[in-house]
């Protein structure tokens, strides 16, 4: 805060209801560029009209934003869009349950394949339940916000373009396939009465493409990608994080013996062979049967062990007995040359990050015992100590600009365009910015190279203090902050693209409240002399920030019951 400005701090002489009237505007600096009040813009004159004749009497907002509010359970609080947050437990519990039908489809579709099993029984009822969960979720994802950018995008519009130039094509070609199998399932079983069945018979191809689309459902999974690494950023620490992609990579290996261990099945039921002969026609005993003549369940581990055998130097009695199954034999060995290579080399590599991290925190637990001891720290407090820097320990933080090395090599000016590419998507949330950015973006790039950095919050860090003078504006990208008011200690909570301490933009303000982090959250901070001084230098946005600053300076000293008091959340008839 200004020097020739102190801000205003509440105590107990000054009166309750009325303390912030003497709270002083902040203003553009001496230096700035000034215009002649003559050459005022047309913009300037339509904004400030526009501010003047906004409602007197329209209830806060906490965000000052237009985004869209978000309830507990993910969805928009604007009824007609229904939007569904992609991070909310609502989407997350879905994205589970996908996940559970994904893998589901995944094992059964290579088996229903090469078996040609007819969807009868629970096959049939599975294919039902996947084929339904399946338009559901085509259905929900065009009502899903996505990241764009590092930004959160809920814009109904936006989404469905996204979602139609991505993955909409692959999970519309499976759901049809999967529907179908089914209709082709439905008319089988009704081949005398019904006269459908019998054009079906004579189009062989469908269910020949119908069973080739449906073998690549197995492409579902890329879009599971991005999510499934958010979510482990967002609640897995490093540790767990490495053994869940050790365990994912074990089933990688799994699923890739299983589809090959279905394809061998299948090339073992062809007839068409130069030698009469196939796998399945060799006896695991001497003088004993042969595997076609033995259980189904027994020929398809016969298969998978064989499928495994290709993947890691062990050996088994099945040898390839015509020359396609010996070209699938040669393929499978130089894959299995290259992928249990990798796959050494991976879990070798996680093995050791596993082993290294585990020591990291022996020696910081080893560090900090060594300064309770020589400090004579009473038990309770040693005790809080550690237990906080043992969870601490476990959660992930976000990566901040200081913690990336490679940054600091860049040159000033690509730095500038960092800095400005990093925050223009957060600052376009505010109106007042999305004017700068399309009268002045000169002057938004200013700002955002002079006037923003970012912080990252773990839960209970604190975001600033009660009664302490502030000079900036916090806008949360992710996660949430708690604050709290003393003496009434009723909490109130700030999530994604909402801002606070917005009034210290334009006033010297204190603030009044405390706000910390109630989960793993990242802060965009705005300095506000540096942001005054960016838009001085421009005679159109100076005038107009100026008015701004004149309405809403007006608007927080004329505050008063039963109207909420100012706080670092939201002014009254802002």
């Known amino acids: 805060c200004g020097d020739d400005a102190p801000p205003f701090l509440p105590n107990e002489e000054d009166s309750p209801d009325r303390w912030f009237a003497t709270v002083k505007r902040r203003t553009l600096p001496d230096d700035a560029f000034h215009r002649p009040e003559s ?3 047309e913009l300037e004159r339509k904004m400030t009209t526009k501010l003047q004749a906004a409602p007197k009497h329209r209830r806060p907002s906490l965000s000052h934003t237009s985004t869209m509010s978000m309830t507990p359970d993910g969805l928009c609080s604007s009824l007609p869009n229904l939007m569904l947050h992609p991070s909310s437990s609502l989407r997350t519990f879905w994205d589970f349950l996908t996940l559970t039908v994904l893998a589901y489809d995944m094992h059964a579709t290579p088996v229903v394949l090469c ?4 969807l009868t029984g629970f096959l049939f009822y599975m294919s039902w339940i996947t084929g339904i969960w399946w338009t559901g979720d085509l259905i929900l994802n065009f009502r899903t916000g996505i990241y764009r950018d590092g930004a959160l995008e809920m814009s109904p519009q936006i989404v469905a373009r996204t979602y139609l130039k991505s993955y909409f094509v692959i ?3 499976m759901t049809t396939a999967d529907w179908l199998a089914i209709i082709v399932a439905i008319l089988s079983w009704s081949a005398d009465q019904s006269d459908m069945t019998s054009l079906v018979a004579k189009f062989p191809r469908i269910v020949k493409v119908t069973k080739v689309i449906r073998l690549m459902s197995m492409l579902r999974i890329a879009r599971f990608i991005e999510p499934l690494e958010r979510l482990g950023n967002q609640y897995f620490s490093e540790a767990l994080r490495l053994v869940v992609n050790m365990v994912a990579l074990l089933i990688l290996i799994f699923w890739l013996n299983h589809v090959l261990g279905c394809s061998f099945y299948w090339l073992g039921t062809r007839n068409d062979t130069e030698t009469g002969y196939t796998w399945r026609h060799s006896t695991f005993v001497e003088n004993g049967p042969s595997y076609k003549d033995t259980e189904q369940v027994f020929q398809y581990l016969t298969a998978f062990h064989w499928a495994t055998t290709q993947m890691t130097p062990g050996s088994m009695p099945v040898q390839p007995l015509n020359s396609v199954e010996r070209i699938f034999n040669i393929i499978c060995l130089i894959m299995g040359l290259a992928f249990f290579s990798s796959v050494i080399s991976s879990m070798t590599a996680t093995l050791t990050q596993l082993k290294m991290l585990r020591q990291e925190r022996e020696r910081v637990m080893l560090t900090l015992e060594k300064f309770l001891r020589r400090k004579t720290i009473s038990r309770e407090v040693a005790l809080s100590v550690r237990k906080q820097v043992t969870a601490r320990m476990t959660q992930t933080k976000p ?7 490679g940054l600091s090599m860049l040159s000033v000016k690509l730095r500038q365009d960092l800095m400005y590419d990093l925050s223009k998507t957060h600052l376009r949330a505010q109106q007042i910015f999305r004017v700068v950015d399309q009268s002045d973006v000169s002057v938004l790039r200013q700002i955002c190279t002079t006037g ?4 990252v919050l773990m839960e209970q860090d604190i975001l600033f203090m009660q009664d302490k003078a502030c000079d900036e504006t916090f806008f949360v990208i992710s996660g ?3 604050y709290v008011q003393k003496p009434m200690r009723e909490e109130q909570f700030a999530g994604e693209k909402q801002w606070l301490s917005w009034v210290a933009l334009w006033s010297h303000w204190a603030h009044v409240g405390t706000a910390e982090a ?3 959250s990242e802060v965009l901070i705005m300095h506000a002399d540096s942001v ?3 838009v001085g230098r421009s005679g159109d946005m100076r005038n107009f920030f100026e008015d701004y600053s004149i309405s809403y300076h007006k608007r927080l000293i004329a505050a008063s019951p039963p109207e909420e008091m100012p706080n670092d959340l939201c002014v009254p008839f802002t």
């Open 452 to 455: 923003v950095k970012f912080k």
């Open 171 to 173: 999970d519309m070609a």
């Open 518 to 520: 109630d989960s793993s």
């Open 532 to 534: 005054f001084q960016s």
């Open 480 to 482: 949430s902050v708690k």
């Open 115 to 118: 078996w040609d099993l007819q």
């Open 39 to 41: 050459r005022t813009s």
């Open 399 to 405: 990566l901040e600009m200081e913690d990336v090395k």
